[in-house]
């Protein structure tokens, strides 16, 4: 039974017409939090709990991710593919994955040669999905599996590379462009002006006229000519004599373009100023969290309690702990293995009696073990490492 919308998606192996269905896809529709499913897929009681597979949840980028028993979920992400399993494990795996792009859920096996229906909302009866890069549909939602012939591939169109583009002659082209200019220009010519170097005739020289040579440096604006006129642009001063303009004949005169030294340096001072006098921006708040070995990352946002099948027999400081499982090559493990928390911006790692212990390896120090019960504090970098080759290292994002 898979029962999908939005980005919730559980699939569950009920019996048909099975009366939990309608509870199950009333939590689905109300888009509720992974626990509160959580919590109506195991109300009978953990040893009797169905195998499911819940994906939905995390902030961002992260996806949560809680399978049980025989059903299998695989993963596709930018660093490759992985499979999840809750085979072996007596209560289920809980993981948090980073930028993963689609997944595949079954919860039996399915033949090798299928096709998928599209689903974007609803209850059905099927034994796999697909979501996202899995999907061999152009659907927007997920997708169950339903067998069909599959469409063949169209033809690719020869692309004719034989034909060229026209080169046109470009003499032809620049003698055939006029110019047109007004009877005012034609009353009063302007004489050319005299070229510096000696004219290149080139063949065109009559489409464009004389050509004329100029140094770069005449261009150029000099210090000297802005200090002695007192200004970089501007009307040369009155003659001795004249009487001095009014102040609104020089608005009424002023073009626009001229700038002012002393307006130069204004508007310098007033940007320092205003730059002076911004408030600097708050620091970033850092995030801690943990690497697993086995794949996925852990926020430190409450207590983590990790080990092969963790459970939780007391709640520390009213703060409900959060499970992680971890499965190793041997399941060689505790149970109930660790407790991480964040007080404070530091983390602190607790032994909780485990079978094997626990070692922390501070960045540039040898590894110690813990005493068991005792609370230690690590640093950004610590790799904590439960034995059997699971190891969670300890990293902060800004």
């Known amino acids: 039974m898979v029962l999908c919308h939005v980005s919730t998606v559980l699939a569950i192996d009920l019996p048909k017409g099975s009366d939990r269905v309608d509870a199950l896809w009333k939590l689905v529709r109300s888009e509720a939090a992974p626990g509160v499913l959580l919590d109506e897929v195991i109300r009978s009681g953990l040893s009797s709990a169905p195998n499911f597979v819940l994906v939905g949840g995390g902030a961002g980028s992260q996806t949560r991710v809680l399978v049980r028993g025989s059903a299998l979920l695989r ?25 993963i792009s689609g997944y595949e859920l079954q919860l039996k ?6 096709t998928f229906l599209p689903l974007e909302s609803g209850v059905v009866r099927a034994v796999a999905l697909r979501a996202g890069s899995y999907s061999t549909s152009a659907s927007v939602g997920p997708a169950i599996q339903a067998p069909a012939k599959p469409a063949a591939a169209p033809k690719a169109q ?15 082209t620049l003698a055939g462009q006029t110019t047109t200019i007004s009877a005012e ?6 004489a050319p002006s005299p070229a510096v170097g000696a ?12 050509t004329v040579v100029r140094k770069v440096e005449d261009a150029a604006v000099r210090e ?4 002695e006129s007192g200004m970089l642009v501007g009307p040369p001063p009155p003659a001795s004599g004249s009487p001095a303009p009014a102040p609104q004949d020089l608005e009424g005169d002023h073009d626009g373009h001229t ?20 408030p600097a921006p708050e620091p970033p708040v850092p995030t801690l969290y943990l690497e697993l070995s086995t794949g996925g990352r852990e926020q430190l946002d409450q207590p983590l309690i990790i080990g092969r099948a ?15 499982s971890m499965n190793t090559p041997n399941q060689d493990i505790s149970r109930t293995h660790a407790q991480i928390t964040a007080e404070g911006g530091t983390v602190v790692v607790t032994d909780l009696h485990s079978s094997n212990g626990t070692m922390v390896t501070l960045p540039g120090k040898p590894a110690q073990k813990l005493r068991p019960g005792e609370p230690s504090a690590v640093i950004v970098g610590t790799i904590i490492d439960l034995g059997d080759g699971a190891t969670l290292t300890v990293c902060e994002s800004v």
């Open 75 to 99: 993963v596709s992400s930018p660093t490759g593919e992985r499979e999840i399993s809750g085979e072996g494990v007596s209560s289920w795996i809980e993981q948090v994955l980073d930028g």
């Open 185 to 190: 220009s034609l009353a009063e010519p302007v």
């Open 224 to 227: 000297s000519d802005s200090i």
């Open 259 to 278: 700038v002012m030294v002393s307006d130069i340096a204004a508007l310098r001072a007033r940007r320092k100023a205003a730059r002076a006098a911004a």
């Open 109 to 114: 096996s399915m033949p090798a040669a299928t």
């Open 158 to 172: 020869p692309v004719d590379i034989s034909k060229k583009m026209p080169v046109s002659d470009l003499e032809a």
């Open 310 to 324: 963790p459970s939780a027999s007391r709640v520390p400081g009213g703060r409900v702990p959060r499970l992680v």
């Open 199 to 210: 004219s290149d005739s080139s063949g065109y020289d009559h489409l464009f006229g004389e």
